[in-house]
Each structure stands twice: as C-alpha cells, then as structure tokens.
C-alpha cells in the first residue's frame, strides 16, 4: 500500500498547472451511455476514479480510447451489451450510481449495485430513486440492486428534498431522452453540474437554467455524437491555495476557473493570503503566519464540504481560533482524530469543530481516511516539524491527479514510498 512521506517546513514556490475536475469528469463520462455515437472528452485528470468508469462503462459495452498524457477519451455508446453496474465496482466509487438515470433512460433499463455505506456519512441515493419514480421508471430494489424499468421516460416536475449532486446530474441526464419537459427544482448549482449540461447539450440535448436551482430539460428522441472540454478542477485548485496559505510561499496556479471558487477564495482571503487572479490563473502568496477563519459548509455558491478538511488544515496552524462547521455530511471529521497525531488542538462537537491554531505542528504517522481528509492531511504534513507519513494514499489518487510530484515540483519535499502491502 503507498504511502507519503512529507518532510514537512518548506515554503512552496512555482506554477501548478490544474488538472480537469473529478466531479465533471465522472458525471460526464457517464453520459457517454445516452449516445449511440463517440463522446470525445478532452482535460480528462488522470485519477484512479476515472479509470474505475472507464471500466464499469466498458464492462456494459461502450468501448473507449484513453490518451491519459494527453488527457484525452473518446467513448463509443453505439454497441451497449449490458444494463447492470455491479457491486464489485460500484462499492469502490460511489459515483457508479450515475449510470443509472442514462441507462434506464436509453435501454429501458437499469440494474446498478446499491452503493452501501460511506467513510463520511450514510449518502442515500432515495432523492435519485424518487426522481426516477417521477419521470415513470419502475423501480425494485432487490438482492441489493436498483432494478429501474420504463419503456419511455415522460418529462414531469421533480422537487428534490435536499440539494443533491449527483442527484440532479442523474436525473438531468434521464430527462434529455424522456418524453416531454422535465423541470428540476431545488436543483444543484454547483459548476459541475453547468459542465455535465454544457457536454450534454452539445451531444444534442435541450437543458437550460444549469446553474440555478431550477433546470428545464426538454426531452429529445435521441442524442448524438459530440465533443466536449471537462471543466478545471475548483477542489484541486482550492487545495493548493490552502497548501501554501499553510506553508507560506508564492504560488501561481494555471489553467484553473477562479469564477468556480468565490467562497475559497473569501476565506483564503481572510485569512491573509493575497490572491490576485486572470482569466484562467491565480496567484497566491503568503508571508508569515495564516489568521484563523470560522467557515460553515453549504451547497454551491457557499464554502464548498469538499474543501473542508483543506481548510481545517490552515486553521491547525493558524493565529486564532477557528469554528468549522459540517453541514453537508455528518460524519465528514475523520481527519481530526489523525491532526491530532500531528499535535493539532481540535475539539469537536456534533459537526462542529473549533480549531485552535498552534505555530507548529509536528510529523508523525498518520492514516488518510477518505480522499479530501487525505488532502488535509498532506497540508498539515507540509507544515510539521519533521517526517510525516501519510498512510493509505490510495483515497488521494482517487482524486487528485499526481499531487505529490505537483507539490514536490513547487518545492515541497514529498515523495511516495511503494510498500509490500502489510495487511
Ligand atoms: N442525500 C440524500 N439522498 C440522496 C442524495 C443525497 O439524503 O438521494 C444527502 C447526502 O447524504 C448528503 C447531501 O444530501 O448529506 C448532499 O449530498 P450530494 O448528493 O450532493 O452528494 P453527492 O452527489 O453524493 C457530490 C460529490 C462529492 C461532494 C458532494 C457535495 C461527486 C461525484 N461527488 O456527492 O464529492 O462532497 O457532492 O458537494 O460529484 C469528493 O469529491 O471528495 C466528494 C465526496
């Protein structure tokens, strides 16, 4: 199992280039199951996850081409042989449960492994269940599979119970072939979503309102073959802005979207990085020491869950006392437990943890629980007194696309270590 080993207390100096983002990428490459043509997808990150799709799409028919220097993927839906996403790939990537709305849409439909439990909180999939339901499909769960049938979908009202990602990127996927229009209230806003629409439409589906919290989709009879470019990675580029907010240092990072992190970027800001910023690059330099920042998780266009732990991280070693609190996921502090190993002072209550900075933290052995914990985790190592070994990188490489030559290319001194697995 690899590991990281982080000498922590240099400051990071240098351009990262930003890779394309986990969060489209997988939706996206999901679509390619609605089209009977290629899907050609360029800025594909290379991620673990990525290639966990690839091979849950493969294994129902669609063939695809991969290029990973070139971060480049063509999908060929034209010949699906198989309905079912089963249990071996979907408890591995939550995110499996995307297929579900293209294939019942398309085929008529759908047998896809229920995902079971989570590291940060319980994560049904029922608001995707009732959406289906709404738009006709029949739906079974039995021997632990989503069982969803319909001879057409027929466009409908959907109004989700809570803001849902993937729910409403499943669901705005089924209605592009449904029967009618379909709107999509209390929908996300997040920029993904905006992203899976844009590939969407140009694969020949009629969605507006992607980015507000209702979404009209007026149903075709069929998509068509297509280009798209996947988004830049907002998480990624937050999570390096956080590594050098901890660590000091001056970093400029490149083809990013700073429009995609307005909550980040305010609370980076407080806590005194001086950020300037382009078209497709920002800048972010640090003297000294980090102020302490009190941030509250939110659906999009608030502080995004996913930047949570990152941000706990500069709150570690940061001037003050900070409050965090979790509002998207009950169970998202597992980080906590492993940041005090490396001396942090974090009490935690329900989901709230308060944070009192310290000047410094000190190395130690530390687990990666999931993969933005993991991040956090590598941010607290870069500060620390000493070696830092992050255990169980396997959550990062899920999703994050070669951090540690990214950070070791900046000055950090980082490198993996390859273990025969002790387990
Ligand atoms: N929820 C339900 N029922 C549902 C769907 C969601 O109760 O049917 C609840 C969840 O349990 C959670 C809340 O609604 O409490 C929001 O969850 P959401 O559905 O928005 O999360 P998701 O779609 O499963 C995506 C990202 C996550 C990110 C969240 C929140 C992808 C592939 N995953 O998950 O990303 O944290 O939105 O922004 O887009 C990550 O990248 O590390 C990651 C976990």
Same mark, same amino acid.
């Given at each position: 199992?690899?590991?990281?080993?982080?000498?922590?207390?240099?400051?990071?100096?240098?351009?990262?280039?930003?890779?394309?983002?986990?969060?489209?990428?997988?939706?996206?490459?999901?679509?390619?199951?609605?089209?009977?043509?290629?899907?050609?997808?360029?800025?594909?990150?290379?991620?673990?996850?990525?290639?966990?799709?690839?091979?849950?799409?493969?294994?129902?028919?669609?063939?695809?081409?991969?290029?990973?220097?070139?971060?480049?993927?063509?999908?060929?839906?034209?010949?699906?042989?198989?309905?079912?996403?089963?249990?071996?790939?979907?408890?591995?990537?939550?995110?499996?449960?995307?297929?579900?709305?293209?294939?019942?849409?398309?085929?008529?439909?759908?047998?896809?492994?229920?995902?079971?439990?989570?590291?940060?909180?319980?994560?049904?999939?029922?608001?995707?269940?009732?959406?289906?339901?709404?738009?006709?499909?029949?739906?079974?769960?039995?021997?632990?599979?989503?069982?969803?049938?319909?001879?057409?979908?027929?466009?409908?009202?959907?109004?989700?119970?809570?803001?849902?990602?993937?729910?409403?990127?499943?669901?705005?996927?089924?209605?592009?072939?449904?029967?009618?229009?379909?709107?999509?209230?209390?929908?996300?806003?997040?920029?993904?979503?905006?992203?899976?629409?844009?590939?969407?439409?140009?694969?020949?589906?009629?969605?507006?309102?992607?980015?507000?919290?209702?979404?009209?989709?007026?149903?075709?009879?069929?998509?068509?073959?297509?280009?798209? =470019?996947?988004? $830049?990675?907002? #998480?990624?580029?937050? %999570?390096? @802005?956080? *590594?050098? +907010?901890?660590?000091?240092?001056?970093?400029?990072?490149?083809?990013?979207?700073?429009?995609?992190?307005?909550?980040?970027?305010?609370?980076?800001?407080?806590?005194?990085?001086?950020?300037?910023?382009?078209?497709?690059?920002?800048?972010?330099?640090?003297?000294?020491?980090?102020?302490?920042?009190?941030?509250?998780?939110?659906?999009?266009?608030?502080?995004?869950?996913?930047?949570?732990?990152?941000?706990?991280?500069?709150?570690?070693?940061?001037?003050?006392?900070?409050?965090?609190?979790?509002?998207?996921?009950?169970?998202?502090?597992?980080?906590?437990?492993?940041?005090?190993?490396?001396?942090?002072?974090?009490?935690?209550?329900?989901?709230?943890?308060?944070?009192?900075?310290? =000047?410094?933290? $000190?190395?130690? #052995?530390?687990?990666? %629980?999931? @993969?933005? *914990?993991? +991040?956090?985790?590598?941010?607290?190592?870069?500060?620390?007194?000493?070696?830092?070994?992050?255990?169980?990188?396997?959550?990062?490489?899920?999703?994050?696309?070669?951090?540690?030559?990214?950070?070791?290319?900046?000055?950090?001194?980082?490198?993996?270590?390859?273990?025969?697995?002790?387990?």
């Amino acid at each position: 199992m690899d590991k990281l080993l982080i000498h922590g207390g240099r400051r990071l100096q240098g351009d990262v280039r930003i890779s394309g983002a986990k969060n489209a990428a997988l939706p996206i490459l999901c679509a390619g199951l609605l089209v009977p043509g290629t899907l050609e997808l360029s800025n594909v990150p290379q991620l673990q996850d990525v290639g966990t799709t690839l091979k849950l799409l493969e294994r129902m028919g669609v063939k695809s081409t991969r290029d990973v220097a070139a971060g480049t993927v063509t999908l060929d839906g034209s010949s699906v042989t198989s309905t079912e996403a089963a249990y071996d790939l979907v408890k591995t990537m939550r995110a499996s449960i995307l297929v579900l709305g293209p294939l019942v849409a398309r085929f008529g439909e759908a047998r896809v492994s229920l995902p079971g439990g989570c590291a940060i909180g319980q994560r049904p999939v029922d608001q995707h269940i009732k959406g289906l339901q709404a738009l006709g499909a029949r739906i079974d769960i039995e021997h632990g599979y989503v069982i969803a049938r319909a001879s057409r979908l027929r466009g409908t009202k959907i109004v989700t119970d809570m803001v849902t990602v993937t729910g409403t990127e499943n669901l705005m996927m089924a209605a592009t072939l449904a029967e009618g229009e379909t709107v999509i209230e209390n929908a996300a806003r997040e920029p993904e979503v905006v992203d899976l629409a844009n590939a969407l439409i140009a694969l020949g589906a009629r969605i507006r309102g992607a980015g507000t919290d209702r979404i009209v989709i007026e149903g075709v009879d069929a998509l068509h073959g297509g280009a798209h =470019r996947v988004m $830049s990675d907002r #998480i990624e580029t937050g %999570t390096f @802005l956080c *590594a050098v +907010a901890a660590a000091g240092g001056d970093l400029r990072l490149t083809h990013c979207e700073p429009d995609t992190l307005d909550a980040t970027l305010d609370k980076l800001r407080e806590a005194g990085l001086r950020i300037e910023c382009g078209p497709d690059w920002i800048r972010g330099t640090m003297d000294g020491r980090p102020k302490s920042v009190n941030v509250r998780t939110a659906p999009y266009p608030g502080f995004a869950t996913d930047m949570q732990a990152q941000m706990m991280a500069v709150n570690c070693v940061a001037d003050g006392t900070g409050v965090i609190t979790e509002t998207i996921f009950e169970n998202r502090f597992m980080h906590v437990q492993e940041m005090r190993r490396l001396g942090a002072e974090i009490d935690t209550e329900g989901t709230t943890a308060v944070v009192r900075g310290k =000047r410094g933290l $000190s190395g130690a #052995i530390v687990m990666a %629980t999931d @993969l933005r *914990a993991s +991040a956090g985790l590598v941010i607290a190592g870069l500060v620390a007194d000493g070696d830092t070994l992050v255990d169980r990188v396997y959550h990062l490489d899920r999703g994050y696309d070669r951090m540690e030559r990214k950070l070791a290319a900046v000055g950090a001194s980082i490198e993996r270590v390859r273990t025969v697995d002790d387990a």
